[in-house]
Structure formats: C-alpha cells, structure tokens
C-alpha cells in the first residue's frame, strides 16, 4: 500500500509542480522533495530547504550561538549519511520580533523552506509561528518553552519540554530527596520565561504539599540580592526556590552561600547552564536542576554527539545545542517516514512521530505538538551536573 | 531582491509612525524618551476595547482600537505633560524615560496584560491599514509645518525667549507638541500590536524607545518626510545586507553601526537635510515656510505687481491714541542679590511718544526694559503695560499679545530659519490659526496665509531686507540681524516697540537710515522706547529723553534739555559740567567703537 501512496504522492506532486511552476511563492524544488523508498532507504534528489531563525545577536546571542552549532552539526551529519540531505539556512532574528517576522516571511514566500525551526526566544515565536502557520509551513520550536506556542496552529511544533513538563518532576524529586516541608520561592517576574517557570513551581509544590512560607520577586536584571536572601532566611526554609536567567541565578546563588544559606537550592530552567558552575563555583554545589537534557547520559547517541560537537567547536554542548540537533533528527524522522521533504507531508509525519530515539531520549509529540521525552533533576556535585538519586 | 516586500514595507510604515512620535516633539526642541510608554499603554488599552465584531455592524475593530488608543496616548500625554514639559533638554528625557519605564513595570505586574508572558490579539494590520496610517500622520506634519503652530513651534526649537516675546505661549505650544506625540504613538502601539498579533510589555523598553529617536534624528528631525526616510533606511539595512548574502551574525550589526555613524557625522540633519537641501522640496516642506504656492515668484510681490491686486491687509490691532498712558511704572526696584540694579524707578510712556532711555554701561536700562516685557519680576513697585499689570503670575508672551514687541541687546533671532521665516513668526500676534483649515485644503486659509505673507513681506521691504528673504538669519552680517530683529518684532503691530540697542554695530550711515525708520514708525502711531549707547542718535530721534545712572533716574525732559543737564554730563564723564560740546565728542566716540560697547 505504501508504494501506491507514495506514486500517489508524486504524481500530485508532479502535476502540481507544473501548474504552479509559474507561480513564484511556492517556487522552488517542490516537486523534486519526493523521494523513493521509505525510512533508511529513503533517497531524496534534491536537497531539502530547512530554514533556522535563531537570535545569533543581540540580548539572546548565547543561546542562538550554540543552537546554530547543534544544528550544523546535526545537518552535516545527516548530509554524510546520504539519502536525503539538507540545505540549512540560518538567519539572524537579533533578538527582534521584527527581524524575526520579516524572516519567517521570507522563509515562507520568496525564499520557501520545507520546515522552519525556531525562533530563539518564545515571545518571538508568539509572534512568528502564526505566519508560518497561516503559509503552511511546519515550524519546529527548539527552545520555546512558555505556554500557547503549541496552541498558534497545528503546524507548529516544539521539542523543548516546557517548565510545567519539567518543574513537578524536579519538585518530586527534590522532595524525596531531602524531604522538604517549607520553602521560600524566589523569581524575577518580568521576564515571560521566569514567570512561567514560577506558576509551574507554584503548582507543583502545591502539588506534592510543600508550604510556600514567602514567595520574594525581582527584576530579570537585578544583581544585589542580599536584602531579599535575608527575607527569605528569616523564615528558614528548608530549601529556596528560583526561577531566574542565569544572569540573575549566578549573584543570587554566590550570595546566598556567602550569608551561610546552606540548604539546597532549586532552580528552573535558567540555572541549567555550565555557566552556573563557572561563574558561581564553590557555591553552586547544591544547586538542584530539572533539565530536559540528561547531559551525564551513558546511551551512545549521548555521548557521540557530546564527543562530535567537541571536536567540532572545542567546547561542551548545553542543552540548548542538543535540543538544536534533536531537532534535526526529528525532522529527518520526519521526511523518512513518508520520503517527502514536502510542507505538508512533513508536518503531516511529524505529528506521527513516536518512541524516536534524540540526544534527549525517546521522544514523542504530545496530541497537542509538544515535546514528550523523560526529563532528568540533576544536582551539582563537585562541579558538575550530577543525576539527583 | 526584497524578500517579501509586503512585510518589509508594512515595517518601515509602522515604524516610521513611531518615528514620526518622535519627529512631534523634536519639531518644538523636547528630547522625549516616554513614547514607547505611551504606545504600550495605548496598545494594551485598545485590546481590551477592541471588539471581535464591527461595531455596530460597521465600524471596523481596528478603528474602535485606534481611537482608544490615541486617546490613551495623548491623555497620558497630557498628565504627565502638565509637569515634565517645563524640564529641558535631557532633563525631560530622564524624567519621560522613567515614566515609560513605570509604565513597563505596571504593566508586566497587571493580570490582564498577561504580565511578562504578553497576550496574543488579532491580526488586523497589514500593508494598507499601515500606509494609510503613516500617510495620515505624514500629512498632518506637511500641512503643520506650514501653519502658525508649526512656526511657532520652530520658534520655541530656536530660541525659547524669542519665542516669548513675539507672544508665543511656549508652556502651552510645548504641551501641544507633547500631547501629539503622545496620540501618535499611541496610534502606533496599538498598529504595531495588531500587525505582529502580540502585545508584549517588555517589548515597549528603553531600547525600543532610543530605536525610535534614532530613526528620527537620522531621517531628519526638521523636515516632514524625515521620519520616514530614517524608517526605510533601518528596515532596509538588515534586508539589504540578506539580499547581498552577508552571513548572518556580528559582522551585520557593525556594517549597520558602521553606515550609522557615516549618516550622523556627514549629514547632522538626517536624510531630510539632504533631501531638502537637494530639491525643491525645501519649499514645500520646510518646517516653516510656507507651501510652494504661496511663495510668490519674486519675494517682493509689491514690487512685480502685475495687475492683481494684493491680498487684504491682516486687520491691525487698534493703536492706543496719542497721549493715553502706554506705560506706567512707579517705584519700581529690582535687586540682584546686595546689588540693586534699579531703584525706585517711576516711568511713564504715552502713546505717540519716542522715548529714549539712555544712560553709561551698568546703569539698569536692560533690566528696565525686561521688568517692561515681563522677563524679570520685579523686586517692588508697580508695573502696568497697555492695561496688564505685572506681577508674579503674568507670563512674557501675554505681555507681548497686549501689544509690546521688543528686540534684544544682543541679537535673538532664529538663526537656522530663513529671514522671512523669523518675520513669520513676528505675526504670531496677529495671525490667525491656520492648521485645521490647513488640513482641509480650505479656499480661506490660502487667504489668510496670503495675508500673513503679505504682512511679513511689507515689514521686510521696510528694513531693506527683501531680498534676503531665504537667506538663513544666522548668515546676515550683524547689521542686518539687528536690521531684521526690528522688522520681525514689527511684524507683531505692536503698540509699544522696545528696541535694546538696535545701532550697535551700525556705521553712521547706517543709525541715520534707522533713526528716519524710527520717527516713521511713530507717524504710524506706533509708541517707541529706544535704549541706545548713540547718544547723539537718541536727541535726534527722541521726543523725550530718560537718563538712567546706577538703577536711578537723574534726568527726564525734552532732549535738548536733558544734553545740557549738569547730572547727566557728570554722569557720563565723570566731571561737573563743561557742556554740551563735551558730551557730543564723547558720544561720536562710543559710535566710531560700534559694537565694543556691548
């Protein structure tokens, strides 16, 4: 049956290309994406557009740098296995929804891609995906992680676990672990990351029947916050709560060892950085870490890709680079499964995609195109991401 | 070559209407950060009234949305106007950033905004809503520039006690130029969350507001296409540097600043400056000369009239009859700390009168002159002016709307408009407003802009100074400038002309030729104070002299009589009195060094 679909396929495609060659929107090698055999045997001839629009400047460069990096390194990779090959285009949104909306129609008009993955920053996405979506081109977010991506339309996709996937498992796990009853939480209510991530603690804590006995906000750039750890102290929590950019999680954590807060200290997603380690040192030991990337992970696909991109850019890849080549992967899952590198068929296989084994596990979409993998609290031990027992 | 032009044009519409927010208060000289407040503001006041249906079946959302919020923006405009718009300079920017960024904070902690996460609306702005946006808001500038607000508004940009004394309201022009800004930006808030579907606190910070002035400032903060030539450049630059494949990342963020840089060192007044300067777009779009049409061919119509007849004269204010009290002041003082530079001054000026207030360097008579014009409080005493009493609560410009114009000891023009221009502003007093009509393209404002042009062409013809019409008043020689300053506060038809020194700097010649203009005015009626260093020219054109010494007056009368006063010659030479002959060697001295009295 699946022969006849795919001939099916490729004559629509065929017939299509020839009515629609004159039309310059959807130019490009539409027809030519379809490809013979299915899955590893998948030969596509022409090489399938994957268009990135990441933030490679401006105040999210850091995060755009290393997505830029998984994702080259993934599509190098594919492109030496053969078969099927992509032509990535990266572009700049720095950090600017405008730049990021006139990309995205860009990559959804004159300069048509198959898939469009991105864009860095979630509040951008808000603001880019529904284009997408509206041209019909599937867009993969690799590192949007806020609520109501998803819901803009069923073409857009994301493999990054958002906050309220991540946090109830780190609070479970944090609370086994050091049996905790009463905590301070602590995040800077500004920003739409750290916000998020705060609801999804407030909600997971009330979950497993931690008391909050103070809940202490602050501002994304805040960096003095030894009147505010003084607060938290008073109460003696048994642990303190933050969600907060690593900008701010840095000060906070080397200021709350420095006024003898020993207890442990339980972070969202923007402690998860080797910068944490870095930067704070001695006093980052302790710190507890949900993350959507077991980096200690002893699986091959872990380690070669942490050992690949090594060689490649002479550093260690954070969760940000493997999200990024995740993100290739599926996409390649994608096109083999139904050997089109066609919009539609894309997302059309994309949303089947099940059980796929990433540098971040098994991974599934969830019914509503979000990301479904296991999620790993880790714990700072000697310097480094340990996997909290 | 520009991908998906539709976006790329729907952005440099939008952006250049928050530009053009900007462009509202730059034009009047206020360097304001707050706009990116307002727009957020407006923006988040129009998705909780935008409707999802028409209005009553026919209003469309968008237009219920931006209505409210132009209204949000120049409301919050206007409170925060009444006391900010008084700070200058980057005073105001402070004060207007850290409203903006109240405004942030307020609304990330809002639940209706959706805080820091933002809120996701409809889209309902693309390429038309956009143009017509910033085509309407583009006009409403063109048609601005050429009307009495908009002179009076490049007025206050030049010289804000200038502007004072040809009787603009400059508190309250600057209040209006504020509030504009305000409503376009509020437009602007409320377009650009409709076109990107998100409406995010956080979006509207610092740097979106200092994006905005620059954009601005390098389109050109003095001509109407201004901001949307620095609007096209910054949307193009990124397109451009994708259409010629430079790879994304540092390297196009420092071509960008690079071409920045080159925009702002060699054309300080933006690409408006080039523009206007290259075409002759200058006249129709100048901040303050009238539109092209209303130029005549030849700046001095009176001169090529070819049979049609000159426009209706403005109706002049009535004149006070001759002998009706202009002026009275009694025991006036004023004291600058232990120093006192008048005391107990009483003065009187009748209508018809020259008047000439002489005396030696520090003797009081400019500070005389300011108590006059209601620049400086005075200490003590009583002052009243063509009926207005002076006193603390009564500002300069209503002072020169009763009726008093005056020229400065040192020359006060508006350097960068043109010399027709600066007698452009002198009809404040007398001319209508024009904008609204200006807008509608009405047969009548044409008339009366004729008139007004009429009236300011007359006065220059007066001084001689008709054929420098377009010359820019900072490139006249001094004697000109002071030649000018005398035409433009004439432009006013005042009642009382105070002239500070108006023959500084002049050759004999010269005095002579302003001396005849000087006994014209008064035929016309028109009451003269004359303060004057040239004593010689003050007996010959004065019918009363006031002789000043040390805040005192030491003499008063006809000036044959005061020349021979005993005080009068000891006050300018130092010793008891040896005559008239004497005095008149000492003042042909203080001509032949012209300006070095000053």
Redesign the interface.
């Given at each position: 049956m699946r022969w006849f679909r795919t001939a099916a396929v490729a004559a629509a495609a065929v017939t299509l290309a020839a009515c629609t060659s004159a039309d310059e929107t959807s130019a490009g090698p539409e027809g030519e994406l379809v490809g013979s055999g299915t899955g590893d045997e998948c030969t596509i001839d022409s090489p399938v557009p994957v268009g990135a629009v990441l933030s490679l400047t401006g105040a999210a460069a850091s995060y755009g740098e290393t997505q830029r990096n998984g994702l080259e390194l993934a599509v190098d990779q594919l492109n030496e296995a053969g078969g099927v090959t992509y032509e990535l285009t990266v572009e700049d949104d720095q950090t600017d929804p405008k730049q990021g909306i006139t990309v995205f129609e860009q990559f959804t008009g004159s300069d048509p891609q198959s898939v469009i993955i991105g864009p860095t920053l979630s509040n951008t996405a808000k603001q880019t995906d529904p284009i997408a979506h509206e041209a019909g081109t599937p867009v993969l977010g690799i590192s949007n992680t806020a609520e109501g991506i998803t819901e803009i339309g069923n073409y857009v996709f994301r493999d990054s676990l958002t906050e309220s996937a991540v946090i109830p498992e780190t609070v479970a796990a944090a609370t086994e672990a050091y049996g905790l009853q009463d905590v301070v939480v602590m995040y800077s209510n500004d920003d739409a990351f750290t916000e998020s991530g705060y609801e999804a603690f407030a909600a997971a804590l009330d979950e497993v029947g931690v008391e909050v006995s103070e809940t202490i906000t602050f501002s994304k750039s805040d960096t003095e916050f030894r009147a505010l750890l003084e607060q938290a102290a008073s109460s003696d929590p048994d642990a303190l709560v933050v969600s907060a950019l690593i900008e701010a999680a840095v000060p906070l954590v080397t200021q709350a060892r420095e006024a003898g807060m020993q207890m442990p200290i339980i972070g969202g997603n923007g402690f998860n950085s080797p910068q944490l380690m870095a930067d704070a040192g001695d006093a980052a030991e302790g710190v507890v870490v949900g993350a959507a990337w077991n980096s200690t992970a002893d699986d091959p696909l872990t380690t070669e890709f942490i050992q690949s991109y090594e060689d490649e850019y002479g550093a260690q890849p954070d969760q940000f680079a493997a999200q990024a080549y995740a993100g290739m992967t599926l996409v390649d899952s994608a096109v083999r499964a139904g050997c089109s590198g066609e919009r539609e068929a894309i997302r059309e296989n994309l949303a089947g995609l099940s059980d796929v084994p990433t540098v971040l596990g098994e991974f599934s979409f969830t019914d509503g195109r979000d990301a479904e993998h296991p999620a790993v609290v880790q714990v700072v031990e000697d310097g480094s991401f340990a996997v909290l027992e | 070559m520009f991908?998906?032009s539709?976006?790329?044009f729907t952005?440099i519409a939008l952006?250049g209407v928050f530009a053009y927010s900007f462009y509202a208060v730059l034009v009047a000289g206020q360097l304001s950060l707050g706009q990116a407040g307002f727009a957020s503001l407006a923006a988040f006041a129009s998705t909780q009234a935008v409707p999802d249906e028409p209005m009553f079946g026919v209003v469309p959302p968008l237009a219920v949305g931006i209505v409210v919020g132009m209204v949000t923006g120049a409301f919050a405009a206007f409170v925060l106007g009444l006391p900010v718009t008084r700070l200058r300079g980057v005073f105001l920017a402070i004060a207007t950033l850290g409203f903006a960024e109240m405004i942030?904070?307020v609304l990330?902690?809002q639940s209706w905004t959706g805080?820091?996460?933002?809120l996701?609306v409809p889209?309902l702005v693309g390429p038309p809503e956009a143009w017509i946006a910033v085509g309407v808001i583009g006009f409403w500038f063109l048609r601005q520039g050429g009307s009495k607000l908009g002179r009076a508004l490049a007025a206050i940009r030049e010289d804000e006690l200038a502007a004072k004394a040809m009787g603009i309201d400059v508190t309250r022009y600057r209040l209006a130029a504020f509030v504009t800004a305000g409503a376009v930006a509020g437009l602007f808030g409320v377009l650009w969350v409709h076109f990107?579907?998100?409406a995010?606190p956080?979006?509207f910070s610092f740097a979106f507001a200092v994006d905005g002035l620059v954009t601005t400032v390098v389109g050109g903060s003095t001509f109407f296409l201004g901001p949307l030539l620095g609007s096209g450049f910054f949307t193009a630059v990124?397109?451009l540097q994708?259409a010629v494949g430079i790879e994304?990342?540092?390297l196009?963020?420092f071509i960008a600043g690079v071409l920045l840089l080159v925009v702002v060192l060699f054309l300080p007044d933006g690409f408006g400056g080039l523009v206007s300067k290259l075409g002759r777009l200058r006249r129709w779009g100048g901040p303050v000369l009238a539109r092209g049409s209303l130029v005549p061919r030849s700046p001095m119509p009176d001169r090529t009239m070819d049979g049609t007849s000159p426009p209706p004269a403005l109706p002049a204010p009535k004149l006070p009859p001759p002998g009706d009290e202009v002026v009275r002041m009694s025991g006036v003082s004023k004291d600058y700390g232990g120093v006192h530079a008048v005391r107990d001054v009483d003065l009187e000026i009748r209508g018809g009168e020259i008047l000439g207030l002489i005396g030696p360097n520090g003797a009081g008579k400019t500070t005389l002159v300011n108590i006059l014009t209601g620049m400086t409080e005075p200490s003590a005493g009583e002052v009243r002016v063509l009926g207005v009493r002076l006193g603390g609560s009564v500002p300069a410009h209503r002072v020169a709307l009763a009726g008093v114009s005056r020229t400065f000891q040192h020359s006060k023009l508006f350097e960068r408009l043109s010399v027709l221009d600066n007698v452009l502003v002198g009809t404040h007093r007398v001319a209508p407003s024009t904008l609204l009509r200006r807008m509608l393209f009405l047969p009548s404002a044409r008339r009366t802009e004729r008139q007004v042009l009429a009236s300011a062409l007359a006065r220059l013809e007066r001084v001689g100074l008709a054929e420098r019409a377009t010359t820019p008043a900072g490139d006249l020689a001094y004697g000109d400038q002071r030649r000018l300053e005398i035409a433009r506060a004439l432009a006013a038809q005042p009642s009382l002309l105070v002239l500070d020194e108006p023959a500084a700097g002049m050759n004999h010649v010269e005095a002579a030729e302003l001396s005849e203009l000087i006994r014209t005015l008064a035929d016309d009626g028109i009451t003269v104070l004359l303060i004057e260093h040239n004593v010689r020219m003050v007996l010959d054109t004065c019918t009363r002299v006031v002789v000043l010494d040390f805040g005192e007056v030491i003499a008063s009368g006809e000036p044959d009589v005061v020349a021979r006063d005993p005080h009068v010659v000891e006050a300018y030479l130092g010793t008891a009195a040896e005559g008239e002959a004497e005095l008149a060697v000492e003042t042909s001295a203080h001509e032949a060094d012209g300006s070095g009295e000053q």
């Open positions: - | 991908a998906d539709s976006t790329t952005l952006t942030r904070i990330i902690n805080g820091a996460q933002g996701s889209k990107s579907r998100f995010d956080n979006e990124p397109e994708r994304a990342g540092w196009r963020p």
